[in-house]
């Protein structure tokens, strides 16, 4: 069974939102990314949305992109994304990982034998960005024979019709993208975000986060009033690449300490 409702549920219990990181697996360098998981659960991680590197991320701005490719180059693949999170598995039972990425590698590996290793692996969650709903029934239906929550995207432009047909296939949350763009791009519409948001809720029975161009504790803080989740990918990044590689962990722990700090304070 997925951790991500329990998590929800304790977290709905204390009052508080959410808080879910991206990054890309293998970035900077494969040798980092449990020590980078590591620093997003001290700094107040509930949940981490793991990237699969991919070599053509069409949703992702050059910012993911770059992540991508960094990951690559060290030879990051969907198998050595799975080990990674059996890695994380042997010190970490309780913090919900959800992988982000593409049909590609998914169908490359095989949909029912990526379903079996990472359900064995410990994966609570994927996100496939190029599966749409109303197109990957069966792959809805494995992931949670699994135990895996099938996630699914929510853009400014999905129709009411979109929104039942997530609430048919889709669990454990749902990611509404406030920006329409990729990743990194532009600047989000809070207000926009704040009515769409009882929209969704009203046909959606399940969690929503909200990511894409939320880059600060203050934007972070407005969103959680609104949501249960936020998702910060982008800056992530930015911090990982900003400085020396090795003091990467530090880096992203220290800012996301800023966004946690700033969401908790922000909530009555």
């Known amino acids: 069974m997925s951790r991500i409702p329990t998590t929800f549920a304790a977290l709905a219990a204390q009052g508080r939102k959410a808080l879910i990181p991206f990054i890309t697996a293998g970035d900077p360098h494969p040798d980092l990314s449990l020590p980078l998981m590591r620093a997003l659960v001290a700094s ?33 693949s969907l198998r050595r994304v799975l080990a990674l999170v059996a890695e994380f598995r ?21 949909v029912d034998a990526f379903a079996r290793d990472a359900s064995k692996a410990g994966v609570d969650g994927v996100l496939v960005v190029d599966y749409p709903p109303e197109e990957c029934p069966d792959f809805a239906a494995t992931m949670k024979q699994a135990g895996i929550d099938p996630i699914f995207l929510l853009a400014p432009t999905s129709t009411e019709k979109r929104y039942g047909e997530l609430a048919q296939i889709g669990s454990g949350y749902i990611y509404y993208v406030s920006l329409k763009g990729v990743t990194g791009s532009g600047s989000l519409d809070l207000d926009e975000v704040a009515q769409r948001i009882p929209l969704i809720r ?67």
């Open 44 to 76: 107040g991680a509930d949940i981490i949305e793991l990237g699969v590197p991919f070599s053509d991320p069409m949703a992702d701005g050059p910012t993911v992109q770059r992540a991508s490719e960094r990951a690559l180059a060290h030879g990051m």
């Open 90 to 110: 042997k010190e970490n039972a309780a913090t919900p990982v959800v992988l982000m990425g593409y049909a590609n590698p998914v169908e490359a590996y095989g």
């Open 202 to 268: 009203e046909k959606v029975r399940m969690p929503v986060g909200v990511g894409f161009g939320i880059r600060d504790g203050a934007t972070a803080a407005r969103i959680a009033e609104v949501a249960d989740a936020v998702v910060i990918g982008s800056r992530l990044i930015e911090e990982i690449e900003s400085g020396d590689v090795q003091q990467a962990p530090q880096r992203v722990s220290a800012f996301l300490a800023g966004i946690r700090a700033a969401m908790d304070g922000g909530i009555s």
